[in-house]
């Protein structure tokens, strides 16, 4: 059994729709971020940087294995079930760069654009239009690699799992995918998978 410290964001959900592709049983364990439950002891013991999400596996080898950081958590359960992460070194790495491309980029100019242009409480225009644009300069490179590939690596992987989360609030982020017909493709075609569905809609009743 697998427990996932989860709320439904953008990196909650990269989790909750790995382990349906992956078909494993995990438990649901709230971390109610707008309580600041992430800031508990007991959660800063299972994660030092107060972020949401995090496993614990229970059935690893050598004892239950608590991880945190969704990108090392993708891998992780890519490894341990043989799924959406290949094993061949060119492979690997094919899909890893776009992992670490999502979680060192498009996450958190994402996240900053959500803040500005949503959240804070004045509204700052240098902020916004530095933000907006750096979201819009990254779902251009989405764009032109999914002009080459049907998805990130090639096949469907936990590169597409990790950046599609936070595609879904390009609203938010003050995009339009008609920009990018390329990413709205690749959007469509990603949500309409089963797995991808039940995932994203944990937590969501």
Same mark, same amino acid.
């Given at each position: 059994?697998?427990?996932?410290?989860?709320?439904?964001? *953008?990196?909650?959900?990269?989790?909750? +729709?790995?382990?349906?592709?992956? #078909?494993?049983?995990? $438990?649901?364990? !709230? @971390?109610?971020?707008?309580?600041?439950?992430?800031?508990?002891?007991?959660?800063?013991?299972?994660?030092?940087?107060?972020?949401?999400?995090?496993?614990?596996?229970?059935?690893?080898?050598?004892?239950?294995? *608590?991880?945190?950081?969704?990108?090392? +958590?993708?891998?992780?359960?890519? #490894?341990?079930?043989? $799924?959406?992460? !290949? @094993?061949?070194?060119?492979?690997?790495?094919?899909?890893?760069?776009?992992?670490?491309?999502?979680?060192?980029?498009?996450?958190?100019?994402?996240?900053?654009?959500?803040?500005?242009?949503?959240?804070?409480?004045?509204?700052?225009?240098?902020?916004?239009?530095?933000?907006?644009?750096?979201?819009?300069?990254?779902?251009?490179?989405?764009?032109?690699?999914?002009?080459?590939?049907?998805?990130?690596?090639?096949?469907?992987?936990?590169?597409?799992?990790?950046?599609?989360?936070?595609?879904?609030?390009?609203?938010?982020?003050?995009?339009?995918?008609?920009?990018?017909?390329?990413?709205?493709?690749?959007?469509?075609?990603?949500?309409?998978?089963?797995?991808?569905?039940?995932?994203?809609?944990?937590?969501?009743?």
């Amino acid at each position: 059994m697998i427990d996932v410290y989860f709320w439904p964001t *953008g990196n909650g959900k990269k989790i909750t +729709i790995m382990l349906e592709e992956c #078909g494993a049983q995990y $438990k649901v364990i !709230p @971390v109610n971020i707008n309580q600041g439950d992430q800031h508990s002891p007991a959660y800063l013991a299972l994660n030092p940087n107060g972020k949401m999400p995090a496993i614990v596996d229970h059935d690893a080898p050598g004892g239950a294995l *608590g991880i945190f950081e969704s990108g090392a +958590i993708l891998e992780y359960l890519g #490894g341990k079930f043989g $799924k959406l992460l !290949p @094993v061949d070194l060119h492979g690997r790495y094919r899909v890893l760069q776009w992992v670490y491309w999502q979680v060192a980029g498009l996450g958190p100019m994402a996240g900053q654009a959500h803040h500005f242009l949503r959240y804070a409480p004045q509204k700052i225009e240098y902020a916004m239009h530095r933000f907006r644009t750096e979201v819009a300069r990254l779902y251009k490179v989405l764009d032109e690699q999914l002009a080459r590939e049907d998805y990130l690596a090639g096949d469907y992987s936990i590169a597409d799992i990790a950046a599609w989360p936070w595609v879904v609030r390009h609203d938010w982020q003050g995009q339009d995918l008609d920009d990018f017909p390329n990413v709205r493709r690749w959007f469509d075609a990603v949500g309409a998978r089963a797995a991808v569905q039940r995932g994203a809609a944990v937590g969501q009743d």
